[in-house]
Nanobody
Framework: QVQLVESGGGSVQAGGSLRLSCSTS????????MGWFRQAPGADREGVSA????????YYDDSVKGRFTISRDKVKNTLDLQMNSLKPEDTAMYYC??????????????????????WGQGTQVTVSS
């Protein structure tokens, strides 16, 4: 049974940093895509970043480019998201997600929820001004 468990959320002031981590079990990392999504109150869930396989290929939403860094550790079975220069608009519930294949399949790009098969329960990030 595949399980994804996020951690590392919290409350910070604007300009601060947080590091989210997603611990996985029962998931085969080989040739697969994993991503981070977020959902603010009253908004749709949106793709933040994704990484394929060993991390050679990464994807970022324009809103976080240059501030967030995604990484994965196959030995530790973790997916991390380093978030720097946080802004109030980054406030959201952040979710870890895992796909069964690449970061683009069947017309579904990395930022499409429909690409991912497994989801974590989420971790809250709150950024105050």
């Amino acid at each position: 049974q595949v399980q994804l468990v996020e951690s590392g959320g919290g409350s910070v002031q604007a300009g601060g940093s947080l590091r989210l981590s997603c611990s996985t079990s029962g998931y085969d990392y080989s040739n697969t895509c994993m991503g981070w999504f977020r959902q603010a109150p009253g908004a749709d869930r949106e793709g933040v970043s994704a990484v394929y396989d060993n991390g050679a290929t990464t994807y970022y939403d324009d809103s976080v480019k240059g501030r967030f860094t995604i990484s994965r550790d196959k030995v530790k079975n973790t997916l991390d998201l380093q978030m720097n220069s946080l802004k109030p608009e980054d406030t959201a519930m952040y979710y870890c997600a895992a796909a069964l294949g690449s970061c683009w399949a069947n017309g579904r790009p990395w930022y499409s929820e429909r690409l991912y098969y497994y989801w974590g329960q989420g971790t809250q990030v709150t950024v105050s001004s």
